[in-house]
């Protein structure tokens, strides 16, 4: 699979990087989280890094002054298993460097979308990037098995938090597993087997190879 990064044109109906921030004392204090032996773990909002000096300057010019969390996903990981979307923009920034799997919300078709539509993007140590809101995205990918990745996601607070308690009333409400989180799901994904409705079909995407 291509690699792009966030830096080349391709990456422009996906995102933008973030221009003007320090991340040096965010990315100190993920640092210090240990890995998981295997896999991923993510948290909506880690007191140790919603205590970084660079919280306030996101809540405000990254998100325009609305409530924010800032929390992390991190562990080992190549493959694609999920899409998810929200209702606004994400930023991510990590320790190191790591990759995203990409794709767009327009791309859905009668509620599926196929993987070969999915595009990879390289994103540099401590660089901020916004994925916009008609970006569907997941668990960020690492680039060395040893070190996994540490990526800090900030979202607007409450977002991955328990679901609102409803009765779906069309297919899109029954992609939704958290709160301001809707998911499509690969039929070979963990995700899939404990419920998760089935959103994706073709190849469930692994860069091991590529990386």
């Keep these: 699979m291509k690699i792009y990064s966030v830096t080349d044109p391709e990456f422009v109906p996906y995102g933008q990087v973030c221009q003007?921030?320090?991340?040096?004392?965010?990315?100190a204090a993920?640092?210090?989280?240990?890995l998981p032996d295997?896999?991923?773990?993510?948290?909506?909002?880690?007191?140790?890094?919603?205590?970084?000096?660079?919280?306030?300057?996101?809540?405000?010019?990254?998100?325009?002054?609305?409530?924010?969390?800032?929390?992390?996903?991190?562990?080992?990981?190549?493959?694609?298993?999920?899409?998810?979307?929200?209702?606004d923009s994400e930023v991510n920034?990590?320790?190191?460097?790591?990759?995203?799997?990409?794709?767009?919300?327009?791309?859905?078709?009668n509620g599926l979308l196929d993987?070969?539509?999915v595009k990879a993007f390289r994103v540099p140590a401590g660089l901020p990037v916004e994925i916009y809101a008609t970006t569907l995205?997941?668990?960020?990918?690492?680039?060395?098995?040893?070190a996994g990745f540490r990526?800090?996601?900030v979202l607007p607070k409450g977002t991955n938090t328990p679901k609102p308690d409803f009765a779906p009333k069309c297919g899109e409400d029954r992609r939704m597993t958290a709160r301001n989180k809707w998911l499509l799901a690969h039929p070979d994904s963990d995700?899939?087997?404990?419920?998760?409705?089935?959103?994706?079909?073709?190849?469930?995407?692994?860069?091991?190879?590529?990386?």
Excluded: S
């Excluded at 920034?93 to 767009?104: K, V, W």
């Design 93 to 109: 920034i990590g320790t190191g460097e790591f990759i995203l799997l990409l794709a767009r919300q327009e791309e859905i078709e």
């Design 30 to 34: 993920m640092a210090a989280i240990p």
């Design 115 to 117: 993987t070969a539509k």
């Design 137 to 146: 995205h997941y668990a960020p990918c690492h680039t060395d098995p040893n």
């Design 151 to 153: 990526v800090a996601v």
């Design 191 to 211: 995700e899939a087997q404990n419920g998760a409705l089935i959103g994706l079909t073709g190849e469930n995407i692994d860069i091991k190879e590529d990386i």
């Design 20 to 27: 003007g921030y320090d991340t040096a004392q965010l990315c």
């Design 38 to 87: 295997a896999g991923t773990a993510y948290e909506p909002g880690i007191p140790a890094l919603e205590a970084c000096d660079i919280l306030p300057e996101l809540r405000d010019r990254a998100y325009g002054g609305m409530p924010v969390q800032l929390g992390m996903c991190w562990g080992h990981n190549t493959r694609l298993n999920c899409l998810e979307y929200h209702r």
